[in-house]
């Protein structure tokens, strides 16, 4: 069992920053792409110098940095922790309304707001586990935003504990709240002198004790698709419609494979998530993952390809076929740090929770970090299906997760 003793604050400060709407964009072009990200980032610079952080700054792009100096003589690498301010652009983040649902018996949770959306433990497997602990859901009219103001408020309660509990021995720690996560832009205009973390970890993960160590490989695949666009009424042997060359293309896709409702674990995807357009030009978005970089190169080849035979039916369309890098799996820049990964297990175990190394079918600000010179791993904070109406976390789960910051710094500290 862990041997700390906190007086959390975690679950206040979540409930509190889940009230504040911040939901990020991509069609936006500014940065943050809502301003409304920083009504928050103000908020926690606030809380941060409340309970002591030195050099807190929240600069113009929407970051929020501070730090904790060192309190031991001998030399301790800066460790940093990350969260990410804004929620998914996916589902409303506006006027949530979080609701606890207090020593869970362990059936599925039919949410108030909104009587279809429920919480069934068949789809759930991890309520199984939850069974006595306090769960906080929305009302079913919005998410909850845990991704990530649950790694927020945990940071910031970690940080609070080792103020107010000087014998708690740590080198120095570097704080950093990001903007755009979601939009794939956390880490554009983050200032890595400003955060002056030699390792980091960000603190978004989902289930109670994961440690994740690896990340999808992401590109973006932007399909532009021209067609010949007229007058409909005189448009016989003249009209060349791109909006139905995009449905052929996208219908011709495997329906059984290489999808996301179709994959599992380390399998990859071709995912077209966008279409924008006309009769004229019709743009596809076309998501693509998979663990291994030439996993990438192969589901591309594949797509493209497809669209020479789709579009190729039509002799008077054409397209452009644009790759655009998002980020690359990070076990490939964490494999040079073992260490990293090792004391997170390590500070897993020391809170009382079995430790499960995980990968992520994603990504996280700590994917670009670690090919930004930053290796930084993924810790669970504890919330489950995201971006969705039904997301929840436990209040016992966020204060473990607590513990394990906690102990991180120290067992730090200890092997320096």
């Given at each position: 069992?862990?041997?700390?003793?906190?007086?959390?604050?975690?679950?206040?400060?979540?409930?509190?920053?889940?009230?504040?709407?911040?939901?990020?964009?991509?069609?936006?072009?500014?940065?943050?792409?809502?301003?409304?990200?920083?009504?928050?980032?103000?908020?926690?610079?606030?809380?941060?110098?409340?309970i002591g952080m030195h050099n807190v700054?929240?600069?113009?792009?929407?970051?929020?940095?501070?730090?904790l100096p060192s309190n031991v003589n001998h030399n301790v690498p800066a460790i940093g922790f990350l969260s990410h301010m804004d929620t998914s652009p996916e589902v409303s983040g506006e006027n949530v309304n979080?609701?606890?649902?207090?020593?869970?018996?362990?059936?599925?949770?039919?949410?108030?707001?909104?009587?279809?959306?429920?919480?069934?433990?068949?789809?759930?497997?991890?309520?199984k586990n939850q069974i006595g602990n306090d769960i906080i859901t929305a009302d079913g009219t919005t998410l909850l935003g845990a991704d990530n103001k649950a790694g927020l408020a945990e940071i910031v309660d970690a940080m609070r504990h080792l103020i107010l509990n000087p014998e708690l021995k740590h080198g120095p720690i570097k704080v950093c709240f990001t903007p755009d996560?979601?939009?794939?832009?956390?880490?554009?205009?983050?200032?890595?002198?400003?955060?002056?973390?030699?390792?980091?970890?960000?603190?978004d993960g989902e289930t109670l004790g994961e440690v994740e160590n690896e990340t999808f490989c992401a590109d973006t695949v932007i399909l532009t698709i021209q067609g010949f666009n007229c007058h409909p009424g005189?448009?016989?042997?003249?009209?060349?419609?791109?909006?139905k060359i995009a449905a052929d293309l996208i219908d011709t896709l495997p329906k059984d494979m290489l999808s996301p409702e179709t994959t599992e674990l380390r399998e990859g995807y071709v995912h077209p998530y966008v279409i924008n357009g006309g009769v004229d030009v019709t743009t596809i978005k076309i998501l693509i993952r998979d663990f291994e970089e030439s996993g990438l190169k192969e589901k591309e080849a594949f797509l493209e390809?497809?669209?020479?035979?789709?579009i190729g039916k039509y002799p008077k369309a054409s397209f452009k076929f644009e790759v655009q890098e998002s980020y690359r799996n990070m076990r490939y820049a964490l494999d040079k740090h073992p260490h990293l990964v090792q004391y997170a297990i390590e500070s897993v175990e020391r809170a009382g929770v079995k430790p499960k190394?995980?990968?992520?079918?994603?990504?996280?600000?700590?994917?670009?970090?670690s090919y930004m010179g930053v290796p930084c791993p993924n810790i669970f904070a504890g919330g489950h299906a995201f971006h969705s109406r039904l997301e929840w976390i436990s209040v016992q789960d966020m204060q473990h997760a607590v513990d394990v910051i906690v102990n991180l710094v120290r067992v730090w500290e200890e092997k320096s």
């Open positions: 069992m862990s041997e700390l003793k906190i007086n959390y604050t975690c679950v206040d400060r979540f409930l509190k920053y889940v009230k504040y709407d911040t939901q990020s964009s991509e069609e936006s072009k500014t940065f943050p792409s809502t301003e409304k990200q920083k009504i928050l980032a103000r908020v926690l610079a606030d809380e941060l110098k409340e700054e929240l600069d113009e792009h929407g970051y929020v940095y501070a730090e979080p609701v606890i649902h207090k020593n869970y018996d362990g059936k599925d949770i039919v949410l108030p707001k909104d009587n279809t959306q429920i919480i069934r433990v068949a789809e759930q497997p991890d309520l996560e979601e939009v794939g832009r956390g880490t554009e205009k983050i200032d890595l002198k400003r955060f002056g973390a030699e390792f980091a970890y960000t603190i005189y448009a016989k042997d003249k009209l060349v419609n791109a909006i390809n497809l669209a020479k035979e789709i190394l995980h990968l992520i079918r994603g990504g996280t600000d700590g994917s670009r970090l």
